[in-house]
């Protein structure tokens, strides 16, 4: 499965997480020029990168507005981009198992795809941590819970590092590509607490806020 060694991901909002991937990037993927970047957050983070982007998002500045749901094709050719980015925007479609694969259609060599660990998501439930605006968002949690009104944006999938391990796992075989996992590595003062009283399953799926996923086409 593993491709080589990386930096693993460690970063607390949007900014650093575009840091860090361009960093990843430029690091491991020097062959990349061009880069699609899909549901990069509508607006261009990415636009002094010192790359070619190309931008998808539902609404806000992109170079294309699609709603992901709504396509049959992404409007590009095989192969068209070095590099396809698609960073925590899986969880969010219904049509995941399709986007995913028009991902690899259009990517020449390389892919980078986050996806949130949803069980993380059960502690403040557990904790009983109300959000302030429940109304709107749900008692716990905006992408699982049940808002008043219809909400906009919503996790279709429930995620766990388990289930996108063994999904990663079984595509490789199936669809001709080599990848690598990266976990965030936790190194506050509760964290470390908290390991010591988890088994090493449990520490990785209650403790682990997202996961990197660095595809390589075969």
């Known amino acids: 499965m593993s491709l080589t060694k990386y930096l693993n991901p460690n ?6 997480r575009n840091d860090y991937v361009l960093e990843l990037i430029t690091k491991n993927f ?3 020029k061009s880069i699609l970047n899909i549901g990069g957050g509508q607006k261009r983070y990415l636009k002094n990168s010192g790359f070619m982007v190309t931008e998808i998002d539902k609404e806000g500045d992109n170079d294309f507005n699609l709603n992901l749901d709504d396509i049959d094709k992404l409007p590009f050719e095989n192969n068209s981009f070095d590099t396809v980015l698609a960073l925590d925007v899986l969880e969010h479609l ?3 198992y399709f986007i995913f694969e028009e991902i690899l259609r259009v990517s020449k060599k390389n892919i980078v795809i986050s996806l949130p660990n949803s069980v993380i998501d059960l502690i403040p439930i557990f904790l009983n941590k109300k959000k302030r605006d429940k109304n709107n968002q749900g008692v716990y949690n905006k992408f699982y819970g049940l808002p008043i009104q219809e909400p906009n944006d919503r996790h279709r999938w429930f995620l766990t590092v388990s289930d996108i391990e063994r999904f990663f796992e079984i595509k490789s075989k199936n669809l001709n590509f080599q990848y690598d996992i990266l976990l965030p590595k936790g190194n506050s003062l509760k964290l470390r607490l908290l390991s010591l009283f ?3 399953r449990l520490k990785k799926e209650l403790l682990t806020k997202y996961c990197w996923i660095l595809i390589k086409k075969l």
């Open 30 to 32: 020097s062959e990349t």
């Open 198 to 200: 988890l088994s090493k």
């Open 11 to 16: 970063y607390s909002n949007r900014q650093e």
């Open 94 to 96: 219904e049509k995941f």
